[in-house]
């Protein structure tokens, strides 16, 4: 059998990096940008306030209480210039550009308020509630660099900075197809031999949480010629496509009939538990990557947390490779099939256990829904015993 690092390694010398495109503010969320992004200009791009109140000069502040003559009123947005003298007081608002001449900004809870004349009952030092220009960036400053993923912050600075558009690789567009005779959409009823279908409503939350876009299109039946159509019509929108089920041994199974003639996907067995049944290769002039998985819900949804997500990560531009683990104590007695890497469902604790769930079949979704980690067992290791340290996948 394959090792599931061969199989991995075989997936990340397959997939690449998505091809930057200039990708306006509205769409660039989850991108991953792919120039150096720099500010034109000094942010903020002129001393201003930070608060509402009255702009002044400290000198004239010596004294407290005082009261000077309110000379002007400056809003956000303000574009004319204004100056403060000696003795004089302007009203100002937040983020509105300092006058000249101004030092410092008394808050109006310090003050009556006035709008004619205004009595300052506090003195504030010089500098105060003042937002200088170029604090946050100087002009020509990078603010985000190649590589980054651009998430809500990101995107703000982008927009801050006064960019439209910016070269980005999108997020890959993942099509999801679930395949199987017996599956039946959520909120219909069921007759006898048919279950919910679930993998795609997992695989397209899991694409989603990996950076990428996910579309359910469907489930298709066990007739591979209607599973190749499906894959025509939705090839051309498609950066990559994950189907779930077909793939095992049994005398339907339509991802393995269609996709095998083609050959250039191929069906291996990986020592892995779940998830031994494996599907991967590339499909049309595009040379589209096609993950298919084992139809067994906890099966395809750990496959996909093994291969699908790094490769997603390598088509983001990101840093790929097995998932990030962390060492942990068994809580509990643990057992593995000999000569495969086990992926058992593991309640990960803050004091460091982490206990295997009850149901550790490969159809218990329930039991998956229950667990926050991946206990990996290695190949050569059939029984852990409790408190060994073991080393978990976070999920
Ligand atoms: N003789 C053998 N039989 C099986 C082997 C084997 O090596 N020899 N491998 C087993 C393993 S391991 C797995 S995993 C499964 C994989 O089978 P398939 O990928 O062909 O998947 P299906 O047969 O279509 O379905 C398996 C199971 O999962 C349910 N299923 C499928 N799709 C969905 C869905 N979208 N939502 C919810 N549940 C789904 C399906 O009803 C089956 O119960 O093969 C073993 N057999
Ligand atoms: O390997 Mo299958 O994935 O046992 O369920």
Redesign the pocket.
Known sequence: MKSVDAHLADILATVRPLAPLELDLEQVLGATLAEDVSSPVPLPPFDNSAMDGYAVRADDLSEIPVTLPVIDDVAAGSTELRAVGPGHAVRIMTGAPLPAGADTVVPVEWTDGGTVSVRIDRRAETGNAIRRAGEDVEAGDVVLEAGTVIRPAQLGIIAGVGRRRVKARPRPRVVII???A??VEPGSPLVTGQ??????Y?LAAAVREAGAEGYRVG?VT?DPAVLLDRLDTHLVRADAIIT???????AY?P??EALSPLGTVRFE?VAM?????QGFGVLGDDQVPIF??????V??FVSFVLFVRPALDRMRGLPSGMPSSVTAKAAGPLRSPSGRRSFLRGVLAPDGTVAPVHGQG??Q?AALATANALIMVPEDVTEVPTGATVEVIKL
Request: aromatic fraction near 2%; charged fraction near 15%; hydrophobic fraction near 25%.
């Open positions: 679930s395949t199987g017996e599956l279950i919910w279908e679930s993998n795609s997992t489930s066990d779930s089920g077909g793939v095992s041994m049994g199974e991802v393995k067995k538990q779940p998830g031994m049944p298919a998985l084992p139809g067994n819900p099966s395809s490969s159809h979704l």
